[in-house]
């Protein structure tokens, strides 16, 4: 079945806007302040809860496969944002470690953009669209699983020029 050239066109725009929407709201939520209703207002339902040792709970918003963000907000006991980040960074890429899990990838960086698995390889490769330099470039960080024991076998980035 075809999609109606006007859903497609609106679908478009639609996703063209997140990343300006999320600029606004990242801006307008503080630690200390922002409450997690007022969270769910501005960027509707997080993508995933991940539960930390405390209690306290990370809202996972993973912009992943069009954009090149994940915001992981956390909230204190008081439900009011404690800290807010942008996950897919040089300094979380360099925290990825031979053996990590993949619920230990997940919390780290958030939903991948595509999972892939080859056989021959006995690998499975989480890949996530991040920010390239130059921007003009498709760039993607690449997390090579172990299909054997599940661990991380190794890490990989590749550019794609548009």
Excluded at 4 to 29: H, R
Excluded at 81 to 92: G, M, P, R, T, Y
Excluded at 101 to 129: C, H, Y
Aim: aromatic share 10%.
């Amino acid at each position: 079945m075809k999609i109606p050239a006007w859903i497609a066109t609106a679908a478009t725009a639609i996703v063209a806007t997140l990343p300006g929407c999320d600029y606004i709201n990242m801006q307008e939520m503080k630690p200390g302040i922002t409450t997690q209703a007022e969270v769910r207002v501005r960027m509707g339902e997080p993508g995933f809860v991940h539960w930390n040792d405390d209690g306290t709970a990370t809202w996972e918003y993973a912009r992943q496969p069009s954009g090149t963000n994940c915001y992981m907000i956390t909230f204190g006991s008081n439900q009011v944002i404690s800290k807010i980040e942008q996950v897919l960074n040089d300094a979380n890429f360099g925290k990825v470690r031979e053996g990590m899990s993949k619920d230990d990838i997940r919390r780290l960086l958030g939903a991948p953009a595509t999972k892939q698995v080859f056989n021959n390889l006995r690998e499975e490769i989480w890949e996530w669209r991040v920010e390239g330099i130059p921007s003009t470039e498709e760039t993607y960080f690449m997390v090579h699983f172990d299909t054997e024991n599940g661990g991380v076998k190794k890490t990989s980035s590749r550019i794609r020029p548009r």
